[in-house]
């Protein structure tokens, strides 16, 4: 797995956890072409190694992510062909997090808006400070949610309080998150990655194949109906009854002790 030469991304292996923290802090963390192509490069990389089996995804310094960095528009982003464009590019990287087979945990340090907040709604799990901030933000730049936020909010905190998230482009605090079923769990700032992470590492210890296409039909049959969801199910079941760890789970469970799984 070649990720080297990062610059607005770091990335450390902890165990079978990924860790890639967005690293333009001086720009609270805001997304640049080259951010979206270093974290595309990463998810990518998490995709093909059997050997991570989850990823934590959050900021460096006080915030998570500001969202797209206007800065860069300024420069003649959205002038370049589309495949090169911002929103392009963007959308191949939440796409690509999206269906990836790998549970993904946001740890959520500080303010997360715009794409910021997009790049949240788009893990599994959001794990958030005290200090955290999430907001749908466009609004106030004449804009709509353009990275996947009126296609996620909505299915995670419901219609209603989605539309009011987007619509006036409020700002809500990691309480009001908490309240709402936006966020898993809000810990103190200095708790707040290893809380992230022991969520992670459990998740890791998984069955990652069971995992992964419970992510994929719980994706995919939000957008079916019951009988192809069913067949959906039922794909998933037979791929999961090969694998090794489906049966250490029977053994397990027959033998009254805690499973180990290997992730295949």
Same mark, same amino acid.
């Given at each position: 797995? %070649?990720?080297?030469?990062?610059?607005?991304?770091?990335?450390?292996?902890?165990?079978?956890?990924?860790?890639?923290?967005?690293?333009? /802090?001086?720009?609270?963390?805001?997304?640049?072409?080259?951010?979206?192509?270093?974290?595309?490069?990463?998810?990518?990389?998490?995709?093909? %190694?059997?050997?991570?089996?989850?990823?934590?995804?959050?900021?460096?310094?006080?915030?998570?992510? $500001?969202?797209?960095?206007?800065?860069?528009?300024?420069?003649?982003?959205?002038?370049?062909?589309?495949?090169?464009?911002?929103?392009?590019?963007?959308?191949?990287?939440?796409?690509?997090?999206?269906?990836?087979?790998? /549970?993904?945990?946001?740890?959520?340090?500080?303010?997360?808006?715009?794409?910021?907040?997009?790049?949240?709604?788009?893990?599994?799990?959001?794990?958030?400070?005290?200090?955290?901030?999430?907001?749908?933000?466009?609004?106030?730049?004449?804009?709509?949610?353009?990275?996947?936020?009126?296609?996620?909010?909505?299915?995670?905190?419901?219609?209603?309080?989605?539309?009011?998230?987007?619509?006036?482009?409020?700002?809500? %605090?990691?309480?009001?998150?908490?309240?709402?079923?936006?966020?898993?769990?809000?810990?103190?700032?200095?708790?707040?990655?290893?809380?992230?992470?022991?969520?992670?590492?459990?998740?890791?210890?998984?069955?990652?194949?069971?995992?992964?296409?419970?992510?994929?039909?719980?994706?995919?049959?939000?957008?079916?109906?019951?009988?192809?969801?069913?067949?959906?199910?039922?794909?998933?079941? %037979?791929?999961?009854?090969?694998?090794?760890?489906?049966?250490?789970?029977?053994? $397990?469970?027959?033998?009254?002790?805690?499973?180990?799984?290997?992730?295949?």
């Amino acid at each position: 797995m %070649d990720l080297a030469n990062l610059k607005h991304v770091t990335w450390r292996l902890d165990g079978a956890v990924g860790v890639a923290t967005l690293n333009r /802090p001086d720009r609270l963390n805001a997304i640049d072409t080259a951010t979206i192509a270093e974290l595309d490069r990463v998810v990518a990389a998490v995709a093909g %190694d059997p050997e991570i089996r989850a990823l934590v995804i959050t900021g460096e310094g006080r915030g998570f992510c $500001a969202g797209a960095d206007v800065k860069d528009w300024d420069e003649g982003t959205s002038s370049k062909p589309d495949e090169e464009s911002w929103p392009a590019l963007m959308h191949k990287l939440m796409a690509r997090l999206y269906w990836l087979p790998k /549970p993904v945990v946001a740890a959520v340090n500080g303010v997360a808006v715009g794409a910021g907040c997009d790049l949240t709604l788009v893990c599994d799990f959001r794990v958030a400070s005290t200090k955290a901030r999430f907001g749908e933000v466009y609004i106030k730049l004449g804009f709509a949610p353009d990275a996947g936020g009126s296609f996620l909010l909505p299915r995670i905190i419901g219609e209603t309080r989605a539309a009011e998230m987007i619509y006036t482009g409020r700002i809500i %605090d990691a309480a009001e998150a908490d309240r709402i079923g936006l966020v898993s769990r809000v810990v103190e700032p200095d708790e707040l990655l290893g809380a992230a992470m022991e969520l992670a590492g459990a998740l890791a210890a998984g069955p990652t194949v069971a995992i992964g296409l419970a992510k994929q039909n719980i994706r995919a049959n939000a957008l079916v109906g019951f009988e192809q969801a069913l067949r959906n199910e039922l794909r998933a079941g %037979d791929i999961c009854g090969r694998t090794e760890d489906h049966v250490e789970g029977l053994r $397990a469970t027959i033998e009254k002790r805690p499973a180990h799984y290997v992730g295949r």
